[in-house]
């Protein structure tokens, strides 16, 4: 049973071709990945035997651990910094949406209702200028 317009086989081969290249970058990110670790431990391991032929075995190792500790420090500040920039974005866009929207359905309110959108205008202009008035005595 074929359909005169492929598509479902269309999407499929595009869906197995998305799928077999994720696959494909995430295991070379994973090798990546790898490599760096490989590279850290091997520079804490160089830092701590440097720091241990001058100093003593466990002050390298105490030095190691506490660069590792600065350094990890350093990476949690920067996340916390780079999360609270983008909730800021976040909200920002957030209030920009719904500002937008507000002022969508205030205008498609007042074409729809425009008598009563006028006669609320006036009932609120009223208020304010007495307010405005009563202030000034």
């Known amino acids: 049973m074929f359909s005169a317009f492929p598509l479902t086989s269309?999407?499929?081969?595009?869906?197995?071709?998305?799928?077999?290249?994720?696959?494909?970058?995430?295991?070379?990110?994973?090798?990546v990945c790898l490599m760096a670790l490989m590279a850290t431990a091997a520079l804490f391991a160089a830092f701590a035997l440097y720091v241990a032929e001058t100093?003593?075995?466990m002050n390298g190792l105490l030095a190691a651990a506490g660069l590792?500790?600065?350094?990890?420090?350093?990476?949690?500040a920067i996340r916390s910094l780079l999360r609270r920039?983008?909730?800021?974005?976040?909200?920002v866009a957030m209030a920009r949406n719904a500002s937008t929207l507000a002022v969508t359905s205030a205008s498609s309110l007042i074409a729809q209702n425009k008598t009563s959108a006028i006669i609320a205008g006036l009932v609120i202009g009223a208020v304010v200028g007495s307010m405005v008035r009563s202030g000034r005595d």
């Open 10 to 31: 269309i999407v499929s081969a595009y869906a197995g071709a998305k799928a077999r290249q994720l696959r494909r970058d995430a295991m070379l990110f994973g090798f």
């Open 55 to 57: 100093y003593g075995l």
């Open 68 to 76: 590792a500790i600065v350094l990890a420090l350093f990476a949690v």
């Open 85 to 91: 920039r983008s909730r800021r974005r976040m909200g």
